[in-house]
């Protein structure tokens, strides 16, 4: 973010300028530190002892709960299925999204508007509403799918109590209630181009598939971190709720994640010090994935300002 | 930005400009761009049937569940599960909204939630549009960081801050109150992101030229970024309203009494527990719980969807 | 002694439009339950209108706690480490032992004695009593109490040529009728209640002389491992594998049950009403089946009432309002509204209270008629125990999706659940 304009900041001096910019972003900063940093601080603590979230006996244990964590293999599948989420969710919440959007720009304003409009829709319910219904869906006996499928003379598996197919499940309906929300933002990274650009492209030859890669998926990057931001989000905080309605995490461990890990460590097993490591852990790659991100992208737009 | 002229031979411009739009937003009428090899025109444009179908396709599977919760709430009860392929019944019946609505004050809760989701709002929008005019317009030293910070606090999840957060502000003798259900809310971390994509691609010019008419940092802001960005700053409100009104897991918590219920936990009241769910009832409640933000969703839609869709998330 | 903070908190409550909770000398209690609409949610506002009619110097204010007694023992925990409990609240029983070990609470025999309960108390047996204690402790009041019965749909009985009027009664007979049943009508015969808190699992164990959890040389060690469990859990796999019983967590089970498509739904009692109300068949109900002739061994659910009240005052208010609930009156609503078995002996026979009603609910006399076969319902023990509860439903769920033999996924969880409470002392 190279400022080219070095007379856009006020006249009063550096030091004027970051006190007026701290007065700008200070509040939302204090409200941050208060209900997010601290408690994250507060858990990286926690995570080095052995805590049932109330006893008063809290022995210190320094590292041993990410030793016992890395040497559990459950805790393996747990990262493993991490993963498999992060992918799903790339998947479902960037790629499909992007997809939708590329299509839109075929039809006419007015006719994207409707798709745009029932697109949204889901993003409107309550995840922990929204979930409820699809416990009927993926039913093995007289669920929608399975009805769905016998009309053409297919057998359902058992959505959510075949480990094959559980998480795939799962992760549809987390899919499912994030899907508009990014396509709207995946247009708007799209429709962002400027037409003048494209119209030279064009006037240049391009067309077609090169046009797409050459030309608009480049322009399109800037939004891309947006719209990679809220994938990741959908990954992470949006699954939880369809796996604590569809499966709690099974069968036997199928579907569990790394977020749901922590829940139920912290919240069903009493086992704050396990939970906080696991918390630790999953910020901490979140952030790295986050950061990394970001340099990438941001470092591509910078040359434009 | 400068574009590499690309190498590829096409037919000249096959650039629809489509129907004009609405005075919102910054691209104009936007581009339909023909991603088509090098064909003559046809009249039957398969790309556009194609893209049409596909979009209609998705819009139908998404629809899906919502058209299921509407039609199990005006079900007979006698039969809920009966039929999977026809989500509609005629005659419908109204059985499951009387008892919802003569088991449980509503209105109270609509109450509360209408309050709950303002104050969010208005709190989240308070704290994130300086900031972000801070991050895109005033770059301290600290932005980066800060800015970083930002990114960061999204990817924390509730479970890190749950337990936490309820107590301190039960050491502030906060809980059940309405500043104790709001103020953790109050990590404009999304908001501050999103505004702050829109604040940078505002032309620097204007604001430049404001500054030679002596308008102090404060009046940038507030007469000329501001007034530029209405609609992306009034879909973030709408879009914080219904996260906000949406939100379970920490007013259940924090807000748990029989009279401070917000919508969203009171139908919860419905699902779930030792007695399984009452799925009429329960579909019933969430259609309730879910009409305030779906309409709220169609008025303010041409808003939303302009922000979020022109996005200016651009270089 | 009022305090004052209730005044300043209800001020700025935000449902402060109506509530005149904190005017005159009244002491308002708090109340937590899991009761859902469809499942005693009206009941409980019912009995807290008849309760706060007689006593108009208490208050109690209602509050459900979703996801049944773990969404209500987090928020339990949340509030105790706040140090802002509430004053009576639903405990599972699978947490007795938890909160025992972890919780303030205040003992129900502290409560009878300050307040003048003993007699109260007398009405209880001792083996109802003995459902609320961990160790020596009086925890809380048992209130309500499950077991394990199996509804199931008569008219599909009668469709595979079955007579519902004689429903099998052990698992043979049942596996046979599935078979008939599968044949003549495409559905499920078996669904059995499949849940992490183990409870079905024990019962299936517990009814083939299996048990989960023993006592050897003064540590508690897994049980869980023996033929007859495996045994047992091997008959529910095959039932899965050979497609006469459904594999579904429990809300689905109830959505097949009801839509017809599985012939039965062994699950508790306390479905009763719930199910009596939403299904459109036949509903009928018969015991847990059992193995051959063994009798079976039913671990009791459910919940007792637990005070965690500071002050004098919200205590004797607590302890008037569990009073109130586990009295004659209190069970006679309670039952109806919910299902649960009464706890004061022969009250079911008593025509003031629920003569009537269980008369003309034969259903509910099945849970009346399998109370002897009630036991404990098994906690596994110390800071890991629900960690390591976890660990025996994975295996469950191991075998009934046929990634392991019972035998096999059972004694690889022992050996887990084994590392888990191998420091948890016992007596034998």
């Known amino acids: ?44 603590w926690i995570s080095l002892h052995d805590w049932n979230m109330v006893g008063a006996n809290r022995p210190w244990v320094g590292l041993d709960n990410y030793r016992s964590l890395l040497g559990d293999p459950d805790f393996a599948g747990t990262l493993r299925q991490s993963a498999l989420y992060i992918g799903l969710a790339l998947l479902g919440n960037f790629l499909l999204p992007l997809g939708l959007a590329l299509l839109t720009l075929q039809v006419g304003r007015r006719e994207a ?23 009927w869906f993926y039913l093995p006996a007289g669920g929608l799918f399975g009805v769905a499928l016998a009309q053409f003379g297919l057998r359902a598996p058992n959505w959510l109590s075949d480990p094959a197919w559980a998480l795939p499940s799962v992760a549809l309906v987390a899919v499912w209630k994030f899907l508009g929300f990014n396509y709207l933002i995946a247009l708007a990274g799209l429709r962002a181009i ?76 009493f086992r704050a010090g396990r939970a906080a490591a696991e918390a630790v852990l999953l910020v901490a790659a979140f952030a790295v994935l986050i950061v990394w991100q970001f340099r990438l992208l941001e470092r591509r737009t910078a040359y434009d300002r | 930005m400068t574009v590499n002229p690309v190498a590829v031979d096409v037919d000249p411009v096959k650039v629809d400009l489509g129907t004009p739009s609405s005075a919102v937003g910054i691209a104009g009428g936007h581009p339909l761009v023909t991603l088509r090899s090098r064909r003559r025109p046809r009249p039957f444009r398969w790309t556009l049937w194609a893209a049409r179908i596909l979009l209609l396709i998705s819009a139908g599977l998404v629809l899906v569940p919502v058209v299921y919760q509407f039609g199990l709430s005006v079900k007979p009860s006698a039969g809920l599960f009966s039929a999977p392929l026809s989500p509609l019944t005629w005659p419908p019946t109204a059985e499951h909204y009387a008892q919802v609505l003569e088991g449980l004050p509503l209105w109270r809760y609509t109450l509360n939630s209408l309050v709950f989701a303002l104050g969010v709002t208005v709190g989240q929008l308070l704290l994130a549009v300086p900031a972000a005019y801070a991050l895109s317009h005033l770059r301290p030293r600290w932005g980066p960081a800060v800015f970083g910070a930002v990114l960061i606090s999204l990817m924390v999840p509730f479970v890190v801050t749950y337990l936490p957060n309820y107590l301190l502000l039960a050491r502030w003798g906060l809980l059940n109150t309405l500043p104790g259900l709001i103020l953790p809310m109050l990590t404009a971390g999304y908001a501050i992101f999103l505004l702050r994509q829109h604040f940078l691609s505002f032309p620097r010019e204007i604001i430049e030229a404001a500054l030679v008419d002596g308008a102090t940092t404060g009046q940038r802001l507030w007469r000329v970024l501001l007034p530029a960005h209405r609609a992306p700053v009034a879909a973030l409100a709408v879009y ?76 | 002694m009022k305090r004052p903070t209730v005044v300043r908190l209800s001020a700025l409550t935000i449902g402060l439009l109506s509530m005149a909770a904190a005017q005159g000398k009244v002491t308002t209690i708090e109340y937590w339950h899991i009761n859902t609409e469809s499942f005693g949610g009206p009941a409980v506002r019912d009995l807290i209108k008849t309760f706060e009619a007689k006593n108009p110097s208490i208050k109690v204010q209602e509050r459900f706690h979703q996801n049944a007694y773990t969404g209500l023992l987090q928020n339990l925990q949340a509030a105790l480490a706040a140090g802002t409990p509430p004053d009576v609240a639903q405990v599972g029983y699978l947490y007795t032992n938890y909160v025992a070990e972890n919780f303030p609470f205040v003992p129900t025999t502290k409560l009878a004695q300050q307040f003048d309960g003993a007699a109260f108390l007398k009405r209880f047996p001792a083996n109802v009593l003995a459902l609320g204690q961990s160790g020596d402790a009086q925890v809380g009041m048992p209130y309500s109490l499950s077991n394990i019965v199996t509804y199931f749909n008569a008219d599909l009985l009668r469709q595979a040529g079955l007579d519902p009027a004689k429903p099998p009664k052990t698992w043979d007979e049942w596996r046979a009728a599935a078979q008939a049943i599968k044949t003549k009508t495409g559905k499920y015969g078996i669904y059995l209640q499949l849940l992490d808190d183990n409870w079905a699992t024990e019962a299936l164990v517990a009814s083939n002389g299996g048990a989960l959890l023993s006592c050897k040389g003064g540590t508690y060690q897994a049980a869980f491992a023996s033929s007859q469990a495996a045994k047992a859990l091997q008959f529910w796999a095959d039932l899965v594998k050979d497609g006469l019983a459904l594999n579904t967590l429990w809300t689905q089970g109830e959505q097949a049950f009801l839509a017809g498509e599985s012939a039965t739904f062994i699950t508790t009692i306390g479905k009763r009403a719930s199910l009596q109300s939403s299904a459109k068949f036949d509903l009928r109900g018969t015991t847990f089946p059992s193995f051959g002739t063994q009798k079976t061994s039913l671990p009791g659910g459910g919940n007792i009432l637990v005070v965690f009240s500071k002050d004098r005052a919200k205590q004797e208010a607590a302890w008037k309002f569990t009073q109130f609930l586990t009295s004659n009156e209190g069970f006679t609503a309670w039952t109806k509204g919910t299902g649960y078995v009464p706890l004061v002996d022969k009250l079911d026979q008593d025509p003031r209270y629920l003569a009537d009603f269980v008369k003309s609910n034969p259903i509910q006399r099945v849970g009346i008629q399998q109370l002897p076969n009630t036991m404990r319902w098994t906690s596994f023990p110390g800071a890991n125990g629900l960690a390591a509860s976890q660990a025996l439903f994975k295996a469950v769920q191991r075998s009934l999706g046929g990634q392991a033999s019972a035998q096999a996924a059972l004694s690889a969880a022992a050996q887990e659940v084994n590392g888990l409470v191998k420091n948890e002392k016992c007596k034998p």
């Open chain 1, 1 to 44: 973010m190279q400022a080219l304009n070095p007379g856009g900041r006020p006249k009063g001096g550096a030091a004027r300028l970051e006190a007026t910019a701290a007065l700008y972003y200070g509040p939302a900063l204090l409200f941050l530190g208060l209900f997010v940093f601290w408690p994250l601080v507060s858990t990286a």
């Open chain 1, 113 to 135: 508007e409707v798709y745009q409009s029932l697109l949204f829709l889901p993003t409107v319910i309550a995840v922990s509403v929204g979930t409820l219904i699809w416990l």
């Open chain 1, 194 to 269: 400027p037409v003048s650009v494209l119209e030279a492209a064009r006037i240049d030859g391009a067309g077609g598939w090169p046009l797409l890669r050459a030309v608009i998926l480049p322009l399109f990057a800037p939004s891309a971190l947006f719209l990679l931001v809220s994938a990741l989000l959908a990954a992470l905080e949006n699954v939880f709720v369809p796996i604590e309605v569809l499966t709690v995490g099974g069968p036997a461990g199928a579907t569990n994640n790394l977020m749901y890990a922590v829940y139920q460590d912290a919240f069903k097993f």
């Open chain 2, 240 to 315: 914080l309203f219904i996260s906000t009104w949406n939100q379970f897991v920490w007013p259940q918590l924090v807000a748990g009494r029989s009279e401070s219920l917000t919508l969203t936990v009171a139908v919860q009241r419905f699902a779930s527990g030792e007695g399984g769910n009452a799925w009429g009832p329960l579909m019933a409640a969430a259609t309730l719980a879910t009409l305030p933000t779906v309409l709220l969703y169609f008025f303010m839609r041409r808003a939303l969807l302009d922000t979020f869709s022109e996005g200016a998330v651009k270089g």
